[in-house]
């Protein structure tokens, strides 16, 4: 367990239909990442926050996804109309700010695993 | 953008020792992690590089040279457990923010 959280762990949806996961980061990493990962893949940039500002967006990603920070603690990620293509592995991570030498690595949740069908 | 490229997969014996291999292409290279993933379970850290050189974590260690745009994971004294894919990881601090690209990862099979 490495302090993130991710709920719900899964998710069968119909084609269409909207669905929305949430993260909790670690408390005191003030950056989130969202990331989709499918079979056999590297995970793939989706978004990510510094505190509750979304700093950088995807060019990949489509108008159907969005992901909110509020209050710079928990982050959501919505997908409205689902397509078969979303299927995939939803990961969020979290880390501290910092360059250079400090590592500041991400710390992965459990994923969420969608299934649109 | 980025361009990470490493093996897809490799073999290794029990006991060996093997190196992963990546090479990366950024515009603003800010770091380099490598990251291990078992099968069904969320990616975990195990090494950082940012400066030329090498760096040790017990029987993990990280290559890193900027101006060849290489890094390499070696792993020495290979156990059944680290049977798994290892993910290179880019960050890039162009334009002020700290995006991280990860590669397609490489599975490594360790037999018997």
């Known amino acids: 367990d490495t302090g993130v959280s991710q709920d719900p762990r899964h998710k069968i949806t119909k084609r269409g239909q909207n669905v929305t996961f949430r993260c909790d980061p670690i408390?005191?990493?003030?950056?989130l990442y969202w990331y989709r990962q499918t079979l056999g893949q590297g995970p793939e940039f989706l978004t990510y926050?510094?505190?509750?500002?979304?700093?950088?967006k995807s060019r990949l990603l489509s108008d159907r996804f969005s992901a909110e920070r509020p209050k710079g603690s928990f982050s959501t990620l919505e997908i409205q109309r689902t397509e078969q293509g979303d299927s995939a592995m939803y990961l969020c991570?979290?880390?501290?700010?910092?360059?250079?030498?400090?590592?500041?690595?991400?710390?992965f949740g459990p994923g969420t695993r969608l299934t649109v069908t | 953008g980025q361009n990470i490229d490493q093996p897809t997969e490799m073999t290794a014996t029990e006991g060996a020792i093997v190196q992963i291999n990546c090479t990366y292409q950024?515009?603003?290279?800010?770091?380099l992690f490598w990251y291990q993933q078992h099968a069904g379970e969320a990616p975990t850290f195990l090494s950082y590089?940012?400066?030329?050189g090498l760096e040790e974590k017990g029987r993990f260690s990280s290559f890193l040279s900027r101006s060849k745009g290489y890094s390499y994971l070696l792993l020495k004294e290979l156990q059944m457990k680290d049977s798994a894919s290892y993910l290179c990881?880019?960050?890039?601090?162009?334009?002020?923010?700290?995006?991280?690209?990860f590669g397609t990862g490489t599975k490594l099979q360790v037999i018997p």
């Open positions: 991570a979290s880390s501290l700010a910092g360059t250079g030498l400090r590592g500041t690595e991400q710390y």
């Open positions: 408390s005191e990493h003030n950056r």
């Open positions: 926050f510094q505190n509750e500002a979304q700093l950088e």
């Open positions: 950024t515009s603003g290279f800010n770091g």
């Open positions: 590089n940012v400066l030329d």
């Open positions: 990881a880019v960050r890039d601090g162009s334009g002020g923010y700290q995006k991280v690209t």
